[in-house]
């Protein structure tokens, strides 16, 4: 059998790509190693709950109707209703730093606002970021980076506001340590703060059923538990995918959402320096999850995300313990605007920096008392910022970068990917190309933007 193109990944990158193929009747298959849709944002069921991988929130809300903005462009392209996501806003969330906390909800001028009485000698120079942001054109596919840090430096005098918006910045689209390049700092900005959070009742399952059904209907396929065991190459192009089973797919093209070194190892070539030039990324999480037997909110926790901060300086970076515990995210999915229904039962996510050699290679005698350990201490930390919820506990999950390698196989359970990326998507062979996570635009918006960027970059000529 043989296909204009094969994907390797039914993650949201590797959806939409396969919907904008078969929608323009290419033969496209999908093929994922899993038993499931979804990668990194997939979700699970464990103990009778129904539980979303790395959901927290949809970033880039737009009211149903807007013609414009990230999420519009993409229901238009993949032909999807609003209805198909659900999206209901968040409530209100936060950045929270020792003595000030900075409130944002999906209204960019209450976050103007907020900061302009929290830092009233920044008004001027946070709207020469404004501006600055308005002009940039993120979305470009030129691989030039420029450090943020320095943008911000020059245009920004208190390095607190500067940390505290770099805070939610990084925890929700940063793949490098310290730094953003400046494009990914404009495209988390506007994500987060000009169009804001919202999230299906459902959870992530709404969004993956949709698109799933949607690229079925359309004609395309998707084959589950099949993992590519290698990219099949002859006269310096692909010819197509040979699945661990020993099936051969042959393909005209072939699109990987898997990562740049993951892609490039299966194709079993990978030039000498590539490994140097193009390392694996670092930052990766811990998450524990909580099912209570009330709702947030009972307990005085109205607000959907918390990005928190024990000190003025925030620090990205693998930590040199386990896990990071001096900031984090706390995550009420209750906390949305879902009018009259609710979640079955309340819940609390709380996500740490992780370091990824502590959690990989060791003994399962080792490794579960650890994740016990730091979940203890996960809480702890944030109890600081949100009220005690401990005695209404009913059931606990946790998982940590090697729980995210095993499921997704990103090297180091690097939740952002390589940091290098690879905007325009190309590698060494003509028709083998990359999208998701390392082509760079990041989080569940962005990943499927990027499957639909290089779909149409590529493979709709
Ligand atoms: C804990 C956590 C919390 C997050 N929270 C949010 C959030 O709140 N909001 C947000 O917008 N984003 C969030 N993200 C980020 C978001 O989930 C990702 O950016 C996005 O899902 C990436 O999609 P992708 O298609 O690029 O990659 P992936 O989801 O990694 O898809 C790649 C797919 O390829 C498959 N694959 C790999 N190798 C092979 C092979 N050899 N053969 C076949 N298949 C293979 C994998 O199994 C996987 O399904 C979170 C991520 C995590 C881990």
Redesign the pocket.
Known sequence: MSYDTVI???????LAAGIRLAYFDKKVCI????NT??????FYRLRKRDHD???????NYAEPGTKTGPLSKLLRQLRLRWDDFALCPQIESSIAFPGRTLRFTNDFEFFRQQVNELFPAQKDNFQKLLNLIDKHDELHLSSETTSARQVLGETISDPVLIDMLFCPLMF?GSATVGDMDFSQFVIMFKALFYQGFGRPLRGVRLILKNLANHFRRQGGELKLR????QILTAGGIATGVELESGEIIEAKNVLS???SA?TLR?CGDVPADFEQQNPPGEIS?A?TIFSLDCEPQDLGHNQTIVFYNDSDVFRYEPPSEPCDVRSGII?SPNNFQYGDEKLEEGRIRI?ALAKPSAWMGIPDEIYYPQKEEWCGKIVDSALRFMPDFRSHVVDTDV?TPRT?TK????ANGA??GAPNKIRDGRTHLDNLYL???DQGF??????ML??ITITNLHLLK
């Open positions: 390797i990944g039914a993650g949201l990158s590797g093929v994922e190693k899993h849709i979804g990668g990194l944002n997939s991988v790395g959901l927290h929130a949809v970033t929700y099949c993992g590519v065991k959402s898997a990562g993951e299966m999480y998450e995550c996500t998982f995210i499921f997704t196989g990103h939740v952002y999208c998701g996570t990041l989080g569940i918006i962005g990943a990027s499957g």
